[in-house]
């Protein structure tokens, strides 16, 4: 047996007891061909991290299955219930380093359900990423590059949502260390020259908190350590300090029996060092977000440099730790279970809503979500639930229930009526008012919602309620795209080409995808593509159909894409004009609807709706504008503009003017052919006396 497989099988075996089918296991595991550095990590981890035997047990099987499939699924029958159901799961989360870029998306969506059944499972794909991570060396190649992002972006926050801070600094230098290379050499440089003057100068502030423990008569343990590279490297770049101002990089934790000794400590400490004023902060009586409690304070010592001092109790280093794993590790502990409960709300609604959304709304939900701060609100039974800073009344509701919030009319915040829209605070005490006559939500809600849960919820209310007018605005685009591309239903609405497009969107029938198409799930584009590759691989002997894109003109002189052949119309809100840049909106039921791509609107608008288009020049073409004239008070203003108007032979649609007092402002509607003789009238008209200012507007 190599040597490092001996030092994996003799941590295991001084860690736990086996019996002798799992020693069995164990070494035949062991002498196969293995990756033994990757291994070795992960099982050092699991052992520091104070997860069980079975976790090594799966965890080892797991490995011997991907070189040897039928042997790894026939020792797996030899492990206990709860040892294969970590086995299967294992198998259903894969190795990240081996996935395309979508697969690595459905790998995190498993990962998140996987963490529902079993925490530890999560727990190990992150080690095995920091193993993946840490063997890594610039320069990257592009896909090495994309893994060390999504490290940053998902794996990073992800650890510090379970509080694994340990892990979460681990992953994080890494990043910083490929990333920006030059920074984390200098930075490692300067934290190696100081470290013999730091190392003296923890052991000498350790020496005397020890002897106040001793004097208080307290069992306690002192713990020092120097500040991780990305730690400092966040504080650097995110508050824009200097290095002198980051008054963290050398830390102590006392660790006491109980809180009150927390405080006694403290009290002591401060009696012989100097605290920096602002510097003293109590998460206990105020804990963090995530669960932390500590007491901490910043004291000037000896060598004139800030150290920090961290005072808690055992069981609250033992969640800081090992996160909420600790809540499994000591489960028998009613009150922890509930607290473990409160603090896994956020993952088991991530769960919910990633059943029913794209991969890309998945992963930038994700990284909202991770990023955001946390906030802890109750209802008025007491119930905690948590939710992204910025939630609102309107995430609570739908947090409750999905009928809850279809019927939220406003809420009690703190014993108050508030509207729907109020965001929440951190230990708000919230009371949902309902009306069961309520029509349910408006698409306005989407704007005020923070979380993916109420936005998907909200999302599917209008689904099923306008899934009628759906399936006939999706047939309506998907037949127009067919027939604006040469196509017909006969050559490819044919029954083996539908039932393998149907399965591969998980539908049962054509109305489900008309549906689909309609509300904006899938495009009309995308989907005629699949159903032309399928023709042609079933009819390889036939001439190819060629998937190409023909725009259509409509009599209103705009060529829209070929995913629509519906009616054209001009937005009011804008009154684009030719010339504009333009670009188009799907509309229920109402065609196409053209915009100014300046056009405000368009940020209440579904994105997916938006749809290409440009001008082509029509000679009897006539578009409607609005000019705002802004003038001196003088006589006959009025006659002066209509007679500059009607002698650039531009035909005046409305009028409408208002004396302020000291200014005359005007609105003009008029009929114009293009941009280019808009311009000509505004610079006309701005070239009148008296006039102070001419522009176009919207209305």
């Not at 939900?365 to 119930?383: H, R």
């Not at 290409?612 to 705002?628: G, L, M, P, V």
Request: aromatic share 8%; net charge neutral; with cysteine.
């Amino acid at each position: 047996m190599e040597e490092v497989s001996l030092k994996i099988r003799n941590r295991l075996f001084d860690s736990f007891s086996y019996n002798d089918t799992e020693k069995e296991i164990i070494d035949e595991v062991l002498k196969s061909e293995l990756n033994y550095p990757r291994v070795n990590t992960i099982i050092s981890l699991i052992l520091d991290m104070k997860l069980d035997k079975s976790s090594c047990l799966a965890f080892l099987v797991y490995q011997f299955y991907k070189n040897n499939n039928e042997r790894g699924e026939a020792m797996s029958k030899q492990l206990s219930p709860e040892e294969q159901e970590m086995y299967k799961d294992f198998k259903t989360i894969k190795d990240i380093n081996s996935l395309t870029k979508s697969e690595e998306i459905e790998d995190i969506k498993r990962m998140f359900i996987v963490m529902s059944q079993d925490l530890r499972i999560v727990m190990i794909k992150l080690f095995g990423i920091y193993y993946d991570i840490s063997i890594l060396n610039n320069p990257l190649s592009e896909e090495q590059k994309l893994f060390v992002k999504q490290v940053k972006d998902i794996h990073v926050p992800l650890s510090e949502r379970l509080g694994l801070d340990k892990l979460k600094q681990n992953l994080y230098d890494n990043v910083i260390r490929l990333e920006h290379p030059d920074e984390y050499a200098r930075l490692k440089r300067t934290i190696e020259s100081e470290r013999d003057e730091n190392s003296k100068q923890l052991e000498l502030t350790k020496s005397k908190i020890q002897k106040i423990l001793d004097e208080m008569n307290i069992k306690g343990e002192i713990l020092s350590r120097i500040k991780h590279i990305s730690s400092i490297f966040n504080k650097l770049h995110n508050k824009n300090l200097t290095l002198a101002q980051i008054y963290d990089i050398l830390a102590m934790r006392v660790i006491v029996n109980n809180i009150e000794e927390c405080y006694a400590v403290l009290g002591r400490i401060h009696g012989i060092y100097k605290p920096m004023i602002g510097r003293v902060k109590d998460y206990i009586a105020n804990p963090k977000p995530n669960g932390y409690q500590s007491l901490h304070t910043t004291i000037i010592v000896e060598n004139q440099h800030p150290l920090e001092v961290q005072i808690r109790t055992v069981e609250m280093n033992r969640e800081a730790e090992y996160g909420v794993y600790s809540h499994w590790l000591y489960k028998e502990k009613k009150n922890k279970q509930d607290a473990f409960d409160q603090r896994m709300t956020w993952f088991r609604q991530t769960i919910d809503n990633a059943q029913n959304m794209s991969n890309e709304e998945f992963i930038e939900t994700l990284k909202s979500d991770l990023y955001e701060g946390l906030l802890l609100v109750q209802t008025p039974k007491g119930k905690v639930l948590e939710f992204p800073a910025g939630s609102t009344v309107i995430d609570f509701a739908y947090a409750i229930h999905s009928d809850i919030g279809n019927k939220c009319v406003g809420a009690k915040i703190n014993g108050q009526l508030k509207p729907f829209t109020t965001i929440l605070h951190n230990g708000d005490i919230v009371e949902i008012i309902t009306n069961p006559h309520s029509k349910g939500p408006s698409r306005d809600w989407l704007k005020f919602v923070k979380t993916a849960s109420a936005r998907s919820k909200i999302k599917a209310f209008f689904k099923n309620e306008l899934k009628e007018e759906n399936i006939k605005l999706g047939k309506t685009m998907f037949n127009q795209a067919m027939v604006d591309r040469g196509f017909n239903s006969n050559q490819l609405l044919v029954p083996k080409i539908l039932e393998q497009i149907l399965k591969k969107y998980n539908m049962e029938t054509i109305e489900e995808l008309y549906a689909a198409i309609g509300s904006g799930s899938l495009t009309a584009g995308q989907t005629l593509a699949r159903f032309i590759n399928l023709y042609n691989n079933e009819n390889k002997t036939l001439p190819k159909l060629e998937n190409v894109v023909h725009l259509k003109r409509n009599k209103d002189g705009v060529l829209v894409d070929g995913d629509s052949g519906m009616m054209v119309r001009f937005a009011m809100c804008c009154s684009p004009i030719e010339g504009d840049e333009i670009i188009g909106y799907i509309s229920r039921g109402r065609g196409v609807t053209i915009h100014r791509t300046n056009c405000q609107n368009l940020n209440y608008l579904e994105k997916e709706r938006l749809i290409d288009a440009q001008w082509q020049n029509k000679e009897d073409a006539s578009f409607t504008a609005h000019i705002k004239v802004i003038a001196l008070k003088s006589d006959n203003n009025i006659g002066r503009l209509t007679n500059l108007i009607t002698g650039l032979k531009i035909n005046i649609r409305g009028f409408d003017a208002k004396d302020t007092g000291e200014s005359f402002i005007c609105t003009l509607v008029i009929d114009v052919k293009n941009k280019e003789e808009l311009e000509s009238a505004i610079t006309a008209i701005r070239n009148m006396k008296n006039v102070t200012n001419v522009y176009r507007s919207e209305r």
